[in-house]
């Protein structure tokens, strides 16, 4: 099918740009825009999900303005690749990318850009055709993952090897009893696809999940946040340059990012209509009924999972998606060492000698986001403990 190739040449693009000697001309481009326009507005890089919900709140409560920054409209963009492409030459300066990407951008083709906050924790979920029982029920099947380098494979990945199945990656092979085959397929694609039975499931960020279930076509097996506690899957994602040479810019920046995050906790009906097809802005080309369904679910739907296994872990009292900003730095270090030991097609050499602490350090930078969550009350009103570390939880 047509999408089945385009994400082929996304895939390819990716691979290309995620080495330094493919970054190199669109890095110089970027050279050139930052020396031309040393004052950017805010220029937002965006895919339509709910993991760019804080980026689009932003804009649409003028909460950058109110930061005394500009910026324009946010760019919808249609893959990974688009996103990337766009950040690194410098078209758009802040961009929400998927937590592992962000480790192969900086180490793997040595772009010069950080993490400044978490976009959001949790959001994310493994759907399965409606006779599909449990996990061990995938073996020789074939499930969808949105790229190589998300929290959704090393999820998904951790989630078979718990369940004695093993992951593979075999075109115009079928998969063994024992194994499964990883495909890596665009979100928008992914419903689709399962209801026409090419594939068995998906593992993916809202609200492809809540599609699948609102359209009829299958189930959620697990969430991720039942899996790993409260983990990144977007995080903000911006330039060095603009972090060491526009301070104040940047502190706006994160300042609006931050209260974005605290008005949709508080506003989770209103964002869901705000991003859908149906607003405003239409940043989104998803329903209301689906994304109500990941921001503002009745409670009904807890007492259901919680009955067919979807969630296991009770105690967490985990939401579908949450907002909070702080990149804490045991994720980071846990998330290296587990790409450690994930199975990723392309070139990974890189990963061997990354060290995880310094990984966290040279990967984050924190200083702009412990300032604008002091300056709206701390940690606590996100529903956390003071203090700006934790351990890491990951149970299957």
């Known amino acids: 099918m047509c999408l089945e190739h385009a994400s082929r040449r996304d895939m390819l693009k990716l691979a290309t740009l995620f080495t330094a000697g493919g970054a190199l001309p ?15 507005p805010v220029r937002i890089g965006y895919l339509p999900i709910t993991d760019a919900a804080p980026l689009l709140v932003a804009h649409n409560n003028g909460l950058f303005e109110q930061a ?3 910026a324009e409209k946010p760019t919808l963009l249609r893959s990974w ?3 990337i492409e766009a950040f690194i030459s410098g078209q758009v300066n802040v961009v929400h990318l998927l937590s592992p990407m962000t480790v192969w951008a900086r180490f793997g083709s040595k772009v010069p850009a950080r993490v400044v906050a978490w976009n ?4 994310s979920g493994l759907t399965v055709a409606p006779d599909i029982a449990d996990v061990r029920a995938l073996g020789g099947r074939t499930v969808a993952i949105p790229f190589w380098y998300s929290i959704h494979n090393v999820m998904l990945q951790y989630l078979l090897r718990e369940n004695g199945l093993t992951p593979v990656s075999r075109k115009g092979a079928a998969a063994g009893a024992n194994e499964v085959n990883l495909v890596v397929m665009a979100p928008a694609d992914m419903p689709p696809a399962l209801a026409q039975k090419q594939i068995a499931g998906y593992i993916v960020a809202e609200p492809f999940n809540a599609a699948a279930e609102t359209l009829g076509v299958g189930k959620v ?10 983990h990144a899957c977007c995080v903000v994602f911006m330039h060095e340059r603009d972090l060491e040479q526009r301070p104040q810019w940047s502190q706006g920046v994160v300042d609006a990012v931050v209260k974005a995050q605290l008005w949709i906790r508080e506003h989770r009906a209103e964002t869901a209509r705000l991003l859908s097809k149906e607003g405003i802005n239409r940043y989104t080309p998803h329903t209301l009924p689906a994304l109500t369904k990941v921001l503002a679910p009745p409670d009904s739907d807890r007492d259901t999972y919680l009955a067919s296994g979807a969630i296991r872990h009770r105690q967490w009292d985990e939401k579908r998606i949450d907002f909070q ?10 998330l290296v060492r587990r790409l450690k030991a994930t199975m990723i097609e392309g070139d990974h050499g890189f990963l061997a000698g990354l060290d995880p602490a310094q990984a966290a350090r040279e990967l984050v930078d924190d200083r702009y986001v412990r300032r604008a969550i002091e300056s709206v009350g701390g940690l606590q009103r996100f529903g956390l403990p003071a203090g700006y570390s934790r351990t890491e939880t990951v149970q299957a």
């Open 221 to 230: 097996l697990r969430f991720t946040g039942d899996i790993w506690r409260n």
């Open 120 to 123: 959001h924790v949790d959001g």
């Open 325 to 334: 900003p702080y990149p804490f730095p045991s994720y980071t270090e846990e």
């Open 26 to 40: 669109l890095l110089t481009a970027l050279q050139a825009r930052a020396q031309a326009q040393p004052d950017a």
């Open 68 to 70: 005394g920054i500009k």
């Open 81 to 83: 690749a688009q996103v």
